[in-house]
T-cell receptor, first 112, second 116 residues
């Protein structure tokens, strides 16, 4: 299984762009990269998913280099409500397993 | 309807009790999951059901017994739990692609379990 490594925590200010990088050196050919957001005492919420290059939706962008050994979640103009834990997952989509294992996550703290 | 509903939200039980956690979704998803989350830790995968059949058991102790009676429901039966089993239990569902769950999981709000 591909293991993910993320920074434990990050600090930012309102209005700034935040980039959170995830390392997944053992990613398999069939693996997708998925990011989740979790607030205290709530279930994780899907943010974005990608396989290669760049994916953008209404809340975030996901950058994946050609070797796919890392990925970067980009949150434009963060607000206080973006303070949460962000998890990077690798797996899914008909791979050798559909085990979706959460990494340690990154606690993003947004200051006013 | 994009909701996964979990009941009860809170449960307190003794070590000799038998209780069940319930999960329901009406999105037509055919993969359903149980995760366990301790405070300040990431969710840990426990079980995966695909098309109502257990496909993954992450070496979970037998005091946790999952059940998928139909495509919309997922239960977790609890018996003879230990205090260290106290945690937030999260249910999730996803579509199935090529026989496997996709990476987009829809989570419920969780059931907070306390074992005395």
């Amino acid at each position: 299984l591909a293991k993910t490594t993320q920074p434990i925590s990050m600090d930012s200010y309102e209005g700034q762009e935040v980039n959170i990088t995830c390392s997944h050196n053992n990613i398999a050919t069939n693996d997708y990269i998925t990011w989740y957001q979790q607030f205290p005492s709530q279930g994780p919420r899907f943010i974005i998913q990608g396989y290669k290059t760049k994916v953008t939706n209404e809340v975030a962008s996901l950058f994946i280099p050609a070797d796919r050994k890392s990925s970067t979640l980009s949150l434009p103009r963060v607000s206080l409500s973006d303070t949460a834990v962000y998890y990077c997952l690798v797996g899914g989509y008909g791979g050798a397993t559909n085990k979706l294992i959460f990494g340690t996550g990154t606690l993003l703290a947004v200051q006013p | 309807d994009t909701e996964v509903t979990q009941t009860p939200k809170h449960l307190v039980m003794g070590m000799t009790n038998k209780k069940s956690l319930k999960c329901e979704q009406h999105m037509g998803h055919r993969a359903m999951y149980w995760y366990k989350q301790k405070a300040k830790k990431p969710p840990e995968l426990m079980f995966v059901y695909s098309y109502e059949k257990l496909s993954i058991n992450e070496s979970v102790p037998s005091r946790f017994s999952p059940e998928c009676p139909n495509s919309s429901l997922l239960n977790l039966h609890l018996h003879a739990l230990q205090p260290e089993d106290s945690a937030l239990y999260l249910c999730a569902s996803s579509q199935v692609d090529m026989g496997f769950g996709t990476g987009e999981l829809f989570f419920g709000e969780g059931s907070r379990l306390t074992v005395l």
